[in-house]
């Protein structure tokens, strides 16, 4: 050092202020922050921050080193003492960061940060019913398939009702497909939204909403099946699911159409804790119905429908429908061709209410005939139904009846002759409800009246005057039955013989 020099450096000392410090460094007091400090992904620019603002003066050194120990290239940009670092990785694998001020490593200074290859959130597959529900305090779960998604990191991050809820990652490799598990334990009922990121990107699936319940038990929940019968194709099918006590769950119903396809179902509030299910089968045949409570079976919970095609009650024909015979098989014919559903039920019941014996016969072209036999007077219900309905004017009444209990009486003392009434007295009392017909055969040429008067109720008086001599024959049918001590054959004589003549005269004398 020269003369000149030295009093020059004097001179400038002289000049200074007292008052000038140089404060001391610390570089613990530098912060190092950003998303390069975390991760980073091969050939995407990265970087972090430097903020040496509280470290007092001193100079900034970054070096980052790849697995092979070469230094990659970095850029700075100072502003007001927090430098940004920038910096673009070439291959996957660790950087080794040494970050120093005044030649001291500073706090995360040291820090190894994993390079990624290029990955694709797109790919990652989600499934379990962790992701739509839950219950509380039991553990829900769900599966990350990040097997196409390349290399990364799965975050989850799961808020409910009452703030952050811990979930818990596993990860593990089944046969080459990287799979994570994520479980978590609610503990307050109402909405949870679940994020998820992979390598610090959302996936299109995130957020999702789920509905976090009390704890349930299905096997208090009811379902009311009574609405179900004689369902039709296009019209609305209803039932009733009863909640009440099943705690705080969730309420769904599956319908599956006789076809194989799923229907649309709707579930209304009814009072308190029913609710209404409603759909609309558009298929004939079974429809397969599934109710769960929080994704459980309930009670009664898997049955099928059956559903029919809409039928026409008002086409069925029923024909030939007489009062019956006691102890004679009575039939009549039951049309169904044009009902839509030939699915016919026939029942007779007698005056006690009691059940017959009942034989249907298909006799073709939708036509069927039904056979029974009464087995005593008095009325009896023939009901007619299809689908379990009743046909118009089903439950049809006819009363059996009995003509071997109509008594039929005459005077067979008295002489029959011509011009003088012949009486038969009919009692048809125990006979049953029917009508009395009467037919008169006479000789030929001649001609008789005959009159029938009803004395009393049951009791009846048939009359007749023949006209000319000669057999007279009385046929009499009850209810269209023959009675079966009929017909009658009266022999009618003259109304003057030879019993009848008295003689007299000169030629009767002996002589």
């Given at each position: 050092?020269?003369e000149?020099?030295?009093?020059?450096?004097?001179?400038?000392?002289?000049g200074a202020?007292?008052?000038?410090?140089?404060?001391p460094?610390?570089p613990?007091?530098?912060?190092?922050?950003?998303?390069?400090?975390?991760?980073?992904?091969?050939?995407?620019p990265?970087?972090?921050?430097?903020?040496f603002?509280?470290?007092?003066?001193g100079k900034?050194?970054?070096?980052i080193?790849?697995?092979?120990?070469?230094?990659?290239?970095v850029?700075?940009?100072?502003?007001?003492?927090?430098?940004?670092v920038?910096?673009?990785?070439?291959?996957a694998?660790?950087?080794k960061?040494?970050?120093t001020?005044?030649g001291?490593v500073v706090?995360d200074?040291?820090?190894?940060?994993?390079?990624?290859s290029?990955?694709?959130?797109?790919?990652?597959k989600?499934?379990?019913?962790?992701l739509?529900s839950?219950v509380?305090?039991?553990?829900?779960?769900?599966?990350?398939?990040?097997s196409d998604c390349?290399?990364?990191?799965?975050?989850?991050?799961?808020v409910?009702?009452?703030?952050?809820?811990?979930?818990?990652l596993?990860e593990?490799?089944?046969?080459g497909?990287r799979?994570?598990?994520?479980?978590?334990?609610?503990?307050?009922?109402?909405?949870?939204i679940i994020?998820i990121?992979?390598?610090?990107?959302?996936?299109p699936?995130?957020?999702?909403?789920?509905?976090?319940?009390?704890d349930?038990?299905?096997?208090r929940?009811?379902v009311?099946?009574?609405?179900?019968?004689?369902?039709?194709?296009?019209?609305?099918?209803?039932?009733v699911?009863?909640?009440?006590?099943?705690?705080?769950?969730?309420?769904?119903?599956?319908?599956?159409?006789?076809?194989?396809?799923?229907?649309k179902?709707t579930i209304?509030?009814?009072?308190?804790?029913?609710?209404e299910?409603?759909?609309?089968?558009?298929?004939?045949?079974?429809?397969?119905?599934n109710?769960?409570?929080?994704?459980?079976?309930?009670?009664?919970?898997?049955f099928?429908?059956?559903?029919?095609?809409?039928?026409d009650?008002?086409a069925?024909i029923?024909?030939?429908?007489?009062?019956?015979?006691?102890g004679?098989?009575?039939?009549f014919?039951?049309?169904?061709?044009?009902?839509?559903?030939?699915n016919?039920?026939v029942?007779?019941l007698?005056?006690?209410?009691?059940?017959l014996?009942?034989?249907?016969?298909?006799?073709?072209?939708g036509?069927?005939?039904?056979?029974?036999?009464?087995?005593a007077?008095?009325?009896?219900?023939?009901?007619?139904k299809?689908?379990?309905?009743?046909?118009?004017?089903?439950?049809f009444?006819v009363?059996g009846?009995d003509?071997?209990?109509?008594?039929?009486?005459?005077?067979?003392?008295?002489?029959l002759?011509v011009g003088?009434p012949?009486?038969?007295?009919?009692?048809?009392?125990?006979?049953?409800?029917g009508?009395?017909?009467?037919?008169?055969?006479?000789?030929a040429?001649?001609?008789?009246?005959?009159?029938?008067d009803?004395?009393?109720?049951?009791?009846?008086?048939?009359?007749?005057?023949?006209s000319e001599?000669?057999?007279?024959?009385?046929?009499?049918t009850?209810?269209?039955?023959?009675?079966?001590?009929?017909?009658?054959?009266?022999s009618?004589?003259?109304?003057?013989?030879?019993?009848?003549?008295?003689l007299?005269?000169?030629g009767l004398?002996e002589g």
């Amino acid at each position: 050092i020269d003369e000149l020099s030295v009093l020059t450096y004097v001179s400038l000392l002289k000049g200074a202020s007292p008052k000038m410090e140089i404060q001391p460094s610390d570089p613990l007091k530098v912060r190092i922050y950003g998303p390069g400090k975390d991760t980073a992904y091969v050939n995407t620019p990265t970087e972090f921050s430097v903020d040496f603002k509280d470290a007092g003066f001193g100079k900034l050194d970054v070096k980052i080193l790849n697995d092979n120990g070469d230094e990659i290239p970095v850029e700075l940009w100072n502003n007001d003492k927090v430098t940004k670092v920038q910096y673009t990785p070439k291959e996957a694998g660790n950087l080794k960061f040494n970050v120093t001020y005044n030649g001291v490593v500073v706090p995360d200074g040291d820090l190894t940060v994993r390079v990624l290859s290029p990955s694709d959130v797109n790919q990652l597959k989600l499934s379990g019913d962790g992701l739509s529900s839950g219950v509380v305090g039991t553990e829900s779960s769900f599966t990350a398939d990040a097997s196409d998604c390349g290399d990364g990191d799965l975050l989850v991050s799961i808020v409910g009702a009452d703030g952050k809820v811990p979930a818990e990652l596993d990860e593990h490799d089944d046969d080459g497909k990287r799979r994570y598990t994520v479980r978590y334990t609610p503990t307050k009922a109402g909405p949870a939204i679940i994020t998820i990121k992979f390598n610090n990107e959302e996936v299109p699936q995130s957020p999702l909403n789920v509905e976090i319940m009390d704890d349930i038990d299905p096997t208090r929940i009811s379902v009311l099946k009574a609405t179900l019968g004689g369902v039709e194709t296009n019209k609305p099918c209803k039932f009733v699911v009863d909640t009440e006590g099943a705690g705080n769950g969730h309420l769904k119903v599956r319908v599956v159409d006789g076809d194989g396809s799923p229907l649309k179902v709707t579930i209304g509030d009814l009072d308190g804790t029913k609710k209404e299910i409603t759909f609309t089968p558009q298929s004939p045949g079974n429809a397969h119905v599934n109710v769960t409570w929080s994704d459980k079976l309930v009670p009664d919970g898997e049955f099928d429908v059956e559903v029919r095609k809409p039928i026409d009650l008002k086409a069925c024909i029923v024909t030939d429908i007489n009062n019956p015979v006691v102890g004679i098989p009575t039939q009549f014919t039951v049309d169904v061709s044009k009902v839509g559903s030939d699915n016919l039920d026939v029942t007779v019941l007698d005056s006690n209410g009691d059940a017959l014996p009942v034989t249907v016969e298909d006799i073709g072209e939708g036509q069927y005939r039904a056979t029974y036999t009464a087995r005593a007077i008095g009325p009896h219900k023939l009901q007619v139904k299809i689908e379990d309905q009743h046909v118009p004017g089903s439950p049809f009444v006819v009363h059996g009846v009995d003509p071997s209990k109509v008594n039929v009486s005459f005077d067979g003392e008295k002489e029959l002759t011509v011009g003088e009434p012949i009486e038969l007295s009919l009692d048809m009392t125990e006979a049953g409800p029917g009508q009395l017909d009467v037919q008169l055969s006479a000789p030929a040429g001649s001609g008789a009246d005959c009159k029938a008067d009803e004395i009393s109720p049951g009791k009846m008086v048939v009359t007749f005057t023949p006209s000319e001599p000669g057999d007279h024959q009385v046929n009499l049918t009850f209810d269209n039955h023959q009675i079966p001590s009929l017909p009658l054959t009266f022999s009618v004589r003259p109304k003057s013989y030879a019993g009848n003549v008295k003689l007299s005269g000169d030629g009767l004398e002996e002589g």
